[in-house]
């Protein structure tokens, strides 16, 4: 199980750092964000504990975060989301994956898109609108 998480790994981290290198060829801004997810950084409720799945993956799914945040050592700009929801005592989570929706809005995505605007404009030198 080592050796093939060590592949899967490297192969991931290949993949992300030729997305990079053609993004730099074509003159593109890029940035990676790695998403929330369920196992890791909130506090599930009720009714999320029902609705996600199986947490086993906790400590596999860390271990991929910190081997792809090594990537920011080569000036990739990758981002972890996992702690965006840490603040959060409500339902977030609908499924192992997704955000929940209350009519047309979603807490979980409005907290994400909000991260991940910081986080664009750290990694391109973005300034507020005056």
């Known amino acids: ?23 730099k060829d074509y003159g593109l801004k890029s940035a990676y ?8 950084g909130k506090t599930l409720t009720d009714e999320e504990k029902q609705l996600v799945g199986d947490l086993s ?17 080569r000036g990739l700009a990758i981002y ?12 977030i989570y609908a499924d192992a994956v997704h955000a929940h929706f209350q009519g047309k809005r979603s807490r979980g995505y409005e907290l994400i898109a909000a991260r991940m605007a910081d986080d664009l404009a750290q990694a391109w030198g973005l300034k507020p609108l005056p």
């Open 1 to 23: 199980p080592e050796r093939e998480f060590e592949v899967q790994i490297g192969l991931y981290q290949k993949y992300l750092r030729a997305t990079e290198a053609l993004a």
């Open 33 to 40: 964000f790695i998403q929330p997810a369920p196992a890791i």
């Open 57 to 73: 993956y906790r400590d596999v799914y860390r271990k991929m975060i910190g081997g792809l945040m090594t990537l920011r050592e």
């Open 80 to 91: 972890d989301l996992g702690d965006v929801f840490q603040n959060e005592t409500g339902t």
